[in-house]
Structure formats: C-alpha cells, structure tokens
C-alpha cells in the first residue's frame, strides 16, 4: 500500500492547502437558541469567532470585527445537514459496471450550481453528496459545506469528513445491470453474491500486499502486486476506513447487508431510503456495536413497487425503537425544506420538537462522522446556523439566514430579484426548465440522461 | 356537464343512498366555514350526505350520533385539483398506471373510467384531510378527461363529486424538463407544429360541430358528420358544456395559450400548473381565466429567479387578480396539499386565502360551489374535523366525513405503524 500513502500524503499536502475555507465571525444576538443536543435556550447569544461557536449565552461581548446579527424573536438552529443528496455535481452514476468503488463525486464536484444556493435558503449547510444507485457498489461520496462563491471545487469539501461509499441494493441495480445489461446481479440473490465476490477479492487484495510489505523488509527485490484502485477502495472499508452507506428498500435485504457486513467484519452502516426499516427495526439497532443507522424520506412511497409497503411514521417506529435516524431529501427540491420534512414526524408519530430537529441535524452529523463538528449548538463546534422567523417546524417558518463558518452566506434582506443572473453568451434565452416529477429520485440520475426515465420505458 | 353523464349517473346512483340512523352532532367545536363567518363552540349536523344545521343553537335530536368537538376545529374537506389519484397505483409499473391511452389525441378517454376504488392511496390522502380530488389523465396533447372525485365509494360513480373537464396539454414551446437536450430551433420546430397540430384539431372540432349542429337542428334533412370519436369528444368543449383546462407552465407558453383562447372564443377554459404563472400574472387576470396552480412545492424555473418564486407564485397571482385555486401534482402524496397551501399562506398569500384556494376556490373553479367548498346548511356533508391548523405538521386529523359517511382514520400507513411500533416478537421469539 505504499503508492496509497505517498499519494495519501500527496492528497492531505494538497488538502491542508485547499482546506483553508474562509471564516467569518458572528453575534447572534437575543435569539430562541435550539441547541438540538442542550435543549432550548431563550434570549441568548451564541458567538462564533473564526468560524468556530466559542460563547453561548446572554450579553456576549462583541469581539471587533464581528458581524452583529439581531435575533430578538427569531430561532436559531444548527446549520441543517442533507444525509443523501445529489446537488453540485455534474455526474451522480458511474454505471458501465455493477462494481465502481473506484470512482467518487468529489472529482465532479460544480460550485456554480444554484442548488447549493437554494439550499442555503432553506437553512441547509451541509450536504452528503452521493453517487447513485445505479450499482451494488456504486462510488464514493462526498460531504461538503455549501460555502456559495466559492469558484474552486475544493472550496466546497468538508475537510476531515470521514470517507464513505454509496451502495445499491434491490430494483436498481437489478434493472441496469441484469436486465439492462445481462450482467450479474438481475435479482436480489445476485446482489448480495456481487458483494461477498467483491469483499472477498478485497481480502485477498490486502493480503497479497501484507505479505509483500513483510517480505520487502527482508528483500529490496520483492515483487509488489499489481495496483488495483477498486479493490485499495474496499480494502479500506473492510478496515473501517469508509463508512458504508447504502440504498435499499425492502427489509429482506436490509437483513441480507447486515449479515455480509457482519461476516466481514464491517460495522458500520448507514441504510438509505431504508423504507421497511419500520419493520426490521429491532434488528437495525442491535446490529454491530453501535446499531445500524437509516436515513430515510420523511413520506415518499409507492413510486415503485419496492415502496409499495411503506408507512410514513418509519421515522417515529425506528426512532423509538433505538435506531439512530435521519430524513434526507435525495432531491434538489426537498433539500429547501427539511425542516418541514422533519416536522411531517409529528405528524406520523408524535416524536418531540427535540426528537424532529434531530432528525436533520445531530443525528445525519453522527451518521456521516462529522458529529462532533456540526449538527448542534455547542462551543468548539463549526459556526453553523440558521435563522427563522417562527420555529422551524412550523409550516409559517421562513429561513432569514444562514451561516457556515461564522459567514452569512444567505441573507433574506440581501437577496435582490436579479442577483442570479448570469449571462451566456451562448444562450439565446433564459430557458425555463420545469419541475418535473422526476426531479426527485435523483439516485438514478446519470449526467444528461435520465436513467430512470430510460429504464422506465424499457 | 355532460348531458350524458348526469343521465348515467343517475341511473348508476339509483339504488346508492346513505342512511345513516340519525343525524350526527359534532358539537363543542370551531366551525371554519370559510364562507361565512367562524363559529366558537358550534355545532355542525348532517343527515345522510347533507349538512343540515350549523349554528351555535343547534337542536340536536335524541337518535343523534352526538360527537364531542370540544378543543377541535372543523373544516370542509380539502380539494386538491391536481393528481393522478385511482389512476396511478405504483409509479414506475406500466401495469398499474391508468392515466395514459395509446396516440398525442384521445379527448374521448375518460379518467373515471379507470379511477380504482380501492388504491392504497385513497384512504392514505383522506385521512389527512384531503377529501375530494380532480384526478387527470396525462400524455400526448389531448389524453382524455379529468374527473372530480371523492375518496371515499366503492364505484367510481359513488365516488363522482359533479365535475368533468377535458385536458389540453399546451404545445411547450421550451425545454421539457433538465434532460431535454434539443437543440433551440428544434424545440422551435416542434412547438410550430405542435401548435400548428392544435388549431387543426380544432379547426376540424369547429366543421364537425357545425355539421353537427345544424344535424340536430333538422334531423330529417340533415346528415350527422362522419363519426371520428376524438372529435365527437370535444362536442361538448365546443358547445359550452364541458370545461377546457388547459395545462400550461412557462410564461411564453401561458401567453400563447391566452391568445389562442381569444382567437377560439373560448369563455370555458381553465388554466392548470402555471410554474410561471407569476411573470405574467396580470395577463391572466385581464382574460378572467380561473388557475390551478401547483404545486407550490417546487424549485423556480429558471436560475435566475429568486429561490422562493415557486413558493410565492400563488400569493403574487392572487395579488395580480387572478382566481387561484392550489393542486399538489402528486399521487400518493396528494395528502401534502395542505402543506403547500401553508407554504403559499408563509410565502404571500396568507392564512385565509391559502384555506380558500383549498376550498372554496377550487369548487367555485370547477362549478361544484353549490354542493362542496365550504360548510353551509344543504351543502353535502364532506368535511374534517382536526386539532389544530391543517397547515401545520404538528396537526393531527381526528375525524373525517365523506358524504356524510364518518370514515375510519386507518390507511396502509396506520396499520402498519399499528403493527411495527412494538413488533412482537421482536429481536428474539418466544423460547419454545
């Protein structure tokens, strides 16, 4: 593994280079602070100082150079954090084979798109930019802050976000590469036999460079193995180096996952989607050391049959039955409103403003790794915040600001009509694109074509 | 209406009517109207499928069904005039989608045809409130007629809530969504002879009626037109009994359906989705044309437009003049229409109108007002009875009637909640 580490160090020197994202420093000021993991605190001020909160509390001094922001009569939450999403990229499928982990949608990173814009007006800050489900093993991810402005793809990285890796289980994969393309897997057995297959290469793949790597100490001759980019990629999450997160639906093979993760030794997981979570409840949360995690739609069903058998209050069932949980948007349209996704919770199920608020806050944070940097309102934490006008579950909240790294990067009151605008000079015309219904689903978005509409018509 | 249909449904309701023991009493509750003025501490009476009392001195008889509404707020059912409810059953599976006959002109399919009385989904959307929905079909530039039903029936006849309309899908004359990669003189090729496409079809409705027409005046002398159903299906478009609505998005697009509509002489027309209703919402208020705009719930179309435009679309064509009623667009999710009618309340319209674009509005739109839309002494008694505003998602539903028939508050998603929270057995069975 020695070309990994020198390109390892190659990458972090690059990194610590691009990793120094700008920072601001900022009084909120008098405002309803929902701390998500401290309760809820009237009338304070929490300070952010270089980007990091450094005060909560009342009368905080205003250090010099700090943009005072008035809050009296508005709530404060951490900055929202999107578990699955595909804004800002300009591809979401590498779908040429059933196995991809070699590929990651940080090298297609778009700090132009508007998305991430839109996000920030919806209180977003953070989004997990995912490859999509087009592949058993699809890519890597990417966690990035939505830092709008920034002209540097690098400019959008979390740095210091653990690695994680997307992948697919059940129609998905089964429709592209079975039936689209007479490749293995067409049905769900396939699918968890692509998985050991690639697991098991994996282990071989480690062990022919451990031996290597003792044998080079005694001989400078010793033949290294041949350099495999997707199998140095599952060799890391075998050793628990990138956390897996992976799309799936029906129950059968949610249990099907735990157990080759289990006879792998990976334990650490996060469900996507997971819409019969409701069901295997019990066993997500006794699987591993800490449970398996589920990220899922606060209400999407029956778009295809394998969310057929859903129910709306999955949130509240995993919820109360210990399973770290998260709603995410998978959409550039939800991702605005996750505050009101969370609050479709009390809705189906009566979970708590505490318990909703968690759902796109600390609870994504610690499904990404990154919970003990954002998803909460605690000093040493990032300065990641949003304004709104009425409590955040309400249906009346508007976002009036947003904050990353103690920089008001959305303003309400500073967001003339025309501030878009961006002229091509190769456009005739401003087009109008509409809204489509599939514009959620993104997961089976590749490029400029629509896979899923394809494969629809097939 | 449809001469026809009110006959068939006549027939089709011969032996269908509710009867219930007594009347039943919701008493001790807020009464919104929404026509009239809010009633504290009210009673609201039905009997069969009517509203018979609603006041705060209501006499309630001994064989009343008596329900306690102390802390609760009635509401006449929402009407969502936007989905593909009973059409659509799982999206991505041709073999349960309804909502789409074969060719770009089929005016003379009918969505209540193919409406399901028992998708999964129906009782999923009632028990939020929503009670009464237009379901549409989609696809090529005529697919057909949308229906307005109730969800609640066990025939689509049953479910019929008394209105019909013919879609036009407006040729687009811009990009039909992110995966068109036409070039733009192609798209512009395609909407010339989209529209040269519509005024033919028109143009050939306009000579068949007149044939028609006068065929009927003196059936004795006269020769009835060569029978071509999808034109005979646009008879009543033309003679003034059926509504047209038009489903039209980007502004360009909108203005071109006005001028159409003026050079038909159209006064039935109706215009739906409306993405860009907003940019040329003063044009649309000087041609009088209702809308039905949604969903609210939407990204702007277009990069440049503030983030929150399609948010605020409904607030500023109301502002502009323009009779706005709020339709999800969804299917199985029709249940989130009262979350973009709150969207549009939080946006610019306001609480009040939000709730009249999801009542009063819509019915006054599609000529129902006489019987849904608000909760009146003879109106029919469809309509929910919640623990807060309907807006917000902390709002539970506790009671929902449907023609008077008081519906159990179980769907899919209840039962199985009902089964899951506590599985038993849970992580371990029972040792034998």
Redesign the interface.
């Known amino acids: 593994m020695k070309q990994l580490f020198l390109l390892t160090c190659g990458l972090a020197l690059l990194a610590s280079a691009a990793a120094q994202a700008p920072t601001g420093s900022v009084l909120v000021r008098d405002g309803t602070v929902l701390t998500v993991t401290d309760g809820t605190l009237e009338n304070t001020d929490v300070l952010v100082v270089d980007g990091r909160i450094t005060a909560i509390g009342s009368d905080l001094d205003t250090p010099a150079g700090a943009e005072i922001i008035e809050a009296g009569g508005m709530y404060v939450m951490p900055g929202i954090i999107d578990a699955h999403s595909h804004i800002a990229i300009s591809n979401v499928n590498e779908s040429s084979a059933p196995v991809t982990a070699q590929v990651t949608v940080g090298d297609v990173l778009n700090p132009y798109s508007i998305a991430l814009y839109r996000a920030l007006a919806g209180g977003v800050t953070t989004s997990h930019v995912m490859h999509g489900s087009a592949n058993v093993i699809g890519g890597q991810n990417e966690t990035i802050k939505h830092r709008w402005g920034a002209v540097d793809p690098e400019g959008l990285r979390m740095a210091g976000a653990p690695r994680t890796i997307k992948f697919a289980l059940g129609e998905n994969p089964t429709r592209v590469h079975g039936r689209g393309n007479n490749l293995r897997p067409a049905s769900r057995m396939g699918v968890e036999y692509v998985l050991r297959e690639t697991f098991n290469k994996a282990i071989r793949y480690q062990e022919a460079w451990d031996r290597y790597e003792a044998q080079v100490r005694s001989n400078r001759r010793a033949v290294p193995p041949a350099y495999n980019g997707q199998l140095e990629v599952m060799a890391d999450i075998l050793s628990g180096d990138i956390i897996v997160n992976c799309h799936s639906y029906r129950a059968d093979e949610i249990l099907m996952l735990m157990r080759v993760l289990e006879d792998f030794g990976v334990d650490r997981v996060t469900f996507q989607h997971v819409n019969e979570g409701f069901k295997i409840a019990p066993e997500l949360a006794a699987f591993g050391a800490e449970g398996a995690a589920a990220s899922i739609f606060a209400d999407w069903w029956a778009y295809k049959f394998e969310v057929y058998y859903s129910t709306a209050y999955n949130a509240a069932i995993l919820t109360r039955n210990g399973v770290l949980t998260s709603i995410n948007s998978d959409s550039a349209e939800l991702n605005r409103h996750l505050y009101h996704e969370a609050g479709k919770s009390q809705k189906y199920g009566g979970l708590t403003d505490n318990e909703a608020l968690a759902l796109i806050t600390i609870n994504p944070a610690k499904q990404l790794g990154i919970g003990d940097r954002v998803g909460s309102i605690e000093v040493g934490k990032d300065g990641d915040l949003a304004i709104f006008d009425a409590h955040p579950l309400s249906i009346y909240a508007v976002p009036q600001k947003t904050i990353v790294d103690g920089i008001v990067y959305f303003d309400i009151d500073r967001d003339a009509d025309d501030m878009r605008l961006r002229v091509d000079p190769e456009a005739a015309i401003d087009t109008a694109i509409l809204h489509t219904h599939d514009d959620h689903h993104q997961c089976l978005h590749e490029g400029s074509i629509d896979l899923y509409g394809f494969l629809a018509n097939e | 209406m449809n001469f026809l249909l009110v006959l068939l449904l006549a027939i089709g309701l011969g032996d269908y009517t509710p009867e219930p023991e007594g009347p039943i009493a919701l008493t001790n509750a807020r009464i919104v109207t929404v026509t009239g003025d809010t009633i504290e501490h009210g009673t609201l009476m039905m009997q069969g499928d009517r509203i018979i009392a609603i006041g705060t001195d209501v006499e309630i008889p001994e064989n009343a069904t008596v329900i306690d509404c102390t802390g609760l707020i009635i509401y006449p059912g929402f009407i969502d005039t936007g989905t593909q409810l009973g059409l659509v ?6 073999e349960t989608r309804d909502a789409r006959e074969l060719g770009d002109f089929s005016p003379q399919m009918k969505a209540l045809t193919a409406v399901n009385p028992n998708g ?2 129906i009782p999923v959307t009632r028990v939020s409130g929503v009670t009464t929905v237009l379901t549409e079909p989609s696809g090529g530039m005529l697919p057909g007629q949308a229906a307005l039903i109730n969800l609640h029936g066990y025939t689509p006849a049953q479910m019929y809530a008394g209105f019909e309309g013919m879609i036009l899908s407006f040729p687009n004359t ?6 068109d ?1 036409r070039s ?1 003189e192609d798209i512009e090729k395609a909407a010339k002879a989209a529209m040269k496409k519509l005024d033919d079809t028109f143009d050939s409705a306009a000579l068949y009626h007149r044939i028609d027409s006068s065929y009927h005046a003196s059936p004795e002398v006269g020769r009835r037109p060569e029978y071509v159903p999808s034109i005979d299906a646009l008879l009543p478009v033309l003679r003034g009994e059926q509504d047209l609505i038009i489903q039209v ?4 697009d909108i203005l071109a359906a006005l001028a159409w509509v003026e050079k038909r002489g159209f006064d039935n027309v109706i215009f739906t989705g409306l ?2 209703g907003w940019r040329v919402a003063d044009k649309i208020a000087e041609a009088g044309i209702p809308c039905l705009v949604g ?1 609210v ?12 435009k ?1 948010y605020r679309n409904v607030a500023l064509m109301h502002a502009a003049g323009v009779k706005v009623a709020i339709r999800s ?1 969804e ?3 029709a ?2 229409l009262p ?1 973009n009618a ?2 549009a ?3 610019g319209l306001g609480k009040d109108e939000a709730l009249r674009a999801v009542t009063i509005i819509p019915a006054e739109i599609l000529g129902v007002a006489d019987e849904r839309g608000s909760l009146e002494v003879g109106k029919e008694a469809t309509l929910f009875v919640s623990d807060g505003d309907p ?6 539903i506790r009671h929902v009637f449907i023609g008077g028939y008081h519906l159990p508050m179980e769907s ?3 039962r ?2 009902d089964e ?4 038993d057995p ?2 371990k069975k029972h040792s034998p």
């Open positions: 059953e799982v999206g991505s599976l041709p999964v989904a811009g990009r039909r969504g992110r995966f990669s733009e998005n980007t502004a360009k993405a860009e969903p719930l939407a990204v702007p179309t277009r990069n440049s437009d503030r983030y929150d399609a667009g299917t199985e999710n249940r989130n979350y709150g969207f309340a939080a946006y807006f917000e998602t902390r709002t539970q899919r998603h209840t199985l909640y899951f929270l506590s599985r849970g992580l």
